[in-house]
């Protein structure tokens, strides 16, 4: 005897078809889900979620961004995930520390505008946590309300309760209407929450994809606040399980998913700890990965109606804060959408 576990078929209409199980597509789901509307299956190409970007996220929940649109959606972000059940947000705190003090003055501004608490500190401060070495660190801030994202975790809680679908590519979107590797769906609204492919499917200009890389160096560390350091030599690292992970802040120009860790992100990394004499630099680098950020030229992120097609909404361009976001982007994103299901257009 022949037993077949049932699994359901793709269905042939649903309200919302979001492509993309990132970030983008899962805080969509989740945020419309929280406004009611529960008639939306997201479509991930690949056998599991998380394989590109949202995936290999660094984790690092920081609020205060390079300018005032991404730091809305981060602050807001970071509001929400705190709100979530389990281990999504650690209270970790985040130092940023900067090359010059005109630049943390105007986070010291960005902050107070956005109603962040922050401490303003000197190198000692964060000498006292991490080894930076002779790092030219003119100011630092302590933001007590940053902390660190279990990215696993946060895209398993976005996408609770909503039907993905994986394995699924979308070759060719038309009017009201998805053509997959598994059949066809008509719906209402389209969301295109590509990543690095954002536009491939519409024709519309392709964003700007940077590759960054990622590391675990073995060391002794202790949890508690990372550091980012901004300006000349940027660099980020916190507190693993493992050792440090740490990045360079590397930023070659890619094609869409290619993110195989290279050697010129490794050497990158090995310079600046070297430029900066700290211990880290003769450390062994236990694991490397890297991945890509899209931005639009303007790198603020496309979020909403697109102005020509009715039925079709972005959730694109989340660049290098969308895991911290995530749940803001949904919201904006989910706006958009409930305005287009309630036009009935
Ligand atoms: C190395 C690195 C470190 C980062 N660190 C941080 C951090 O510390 N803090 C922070 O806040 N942010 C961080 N980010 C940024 C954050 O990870 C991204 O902004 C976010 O993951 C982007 O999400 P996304 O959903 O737009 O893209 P993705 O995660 O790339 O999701 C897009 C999905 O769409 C799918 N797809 C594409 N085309 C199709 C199709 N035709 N049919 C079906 N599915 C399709 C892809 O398979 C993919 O799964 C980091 C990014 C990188 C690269």
Redesign the pocket.
């Given at each position: 005897m022949c037993y077949k576990t049932a699994v359901p078929e793709l269905p042939q209409r649903a309200s919302v078809v979001i492509?993309?199980?990132?970030?983008?597509?899962a805080a969509t789901a989740w945020a419309l889900r929280r406004a009611g509307v529960s008639d939306v299956i997201v479509?991930?190409?690949?056998m599991a979620?998380?394989?590109?970007?949202?995936?290999?996220?660094?984790?690092?929940?920081?609020q205060l961004a390079e300018d005032d649109h991404t730091t809305a959606l981060?602050v807001r972000g970071a509001q929400l995930i705190r709100e979530m059940k389990g281990d999504v947000w650690r209270p970790t705190g985040g130092i940023l520390s900067f090359d010059s003090a005109e630049l943390a003055d105007a986070y010291v501004e960005r902050a107070q505008r956005f109603g962040v608490p922050v401490e303003v500190g000197d190198r000692a401060a964060v000498q006292g946590r991490w080894p930076v070495g002779e790092l030219k660190i003119a100011k630092a801030l302590y933001v007590a309300s940053d902390g660190t994202?279990d990215v696993t975790q946060l895209l398993r809680e976005l996408v609770k309760k909503t039907r993905v679908e994986v394995s699924?590519?979308?070759?060719r979107i038309e009017p009201h209407r998805v053509i997959t590797t598994k059949g066809a769906i008509e719906a209402q609204v389209i969301v295109d929450?590509?990543?690095?492919?954002a536009g491939?499917?519409t024709g519309d200009e392709p964003l700007l994809l940077y590759k960054?890389?990622?590391f675990i160096i073995e060391n002794e560390s202790e949890p508690g606040p990372w550091l980012w350091h901004l300006g000349a030599g940027e660099m980020y690292m916190r507190h693993d399980g493992e050792g440090v992970l740490m990045?360079p802040c590397d930023a070659a120009r890619s094609e869409p998913g290619h993110q195989e860790p290279d050697l010129v992100g490794e050497a990158h990394v090995r310079k600046l700890l070297e430029d900066a004499e700290m211990p880290l630099a003769n450390a062994i680098i236990t694991r490397r990965w890297?991945?890509?950020?899209?931005f639009r030229p303007d790198r603020k992120m496309r979020l909403g109606r697109d102005d020509q097609r009715p039925w079709l909404v972005w959730?694109?361009g989340?660049?290098?804060?969308?895991?911290?976001?995530a749940p803001a982007v949904g919201e904006a994103v989910a706006a958009a959408v409930v305005e287009r299901l309630q036009s009935g257009q």
């Open positions: 492509i993309g199980g990132g970030f983008a597509g479509l991930e190409r690949e979620l998380g394989r590109y970007a949202s995936g290999r996220s660094a984790g690092l929940g920081r981060t994202i699924c590519g979308v070759e929450a590509t990543g690095a492919w491939g499917l960054r890389h990622v990045s890297a991945c890509q950020r899209a959730a694109a989340l660049g290098g804060h969308g895991a911290t976001a």
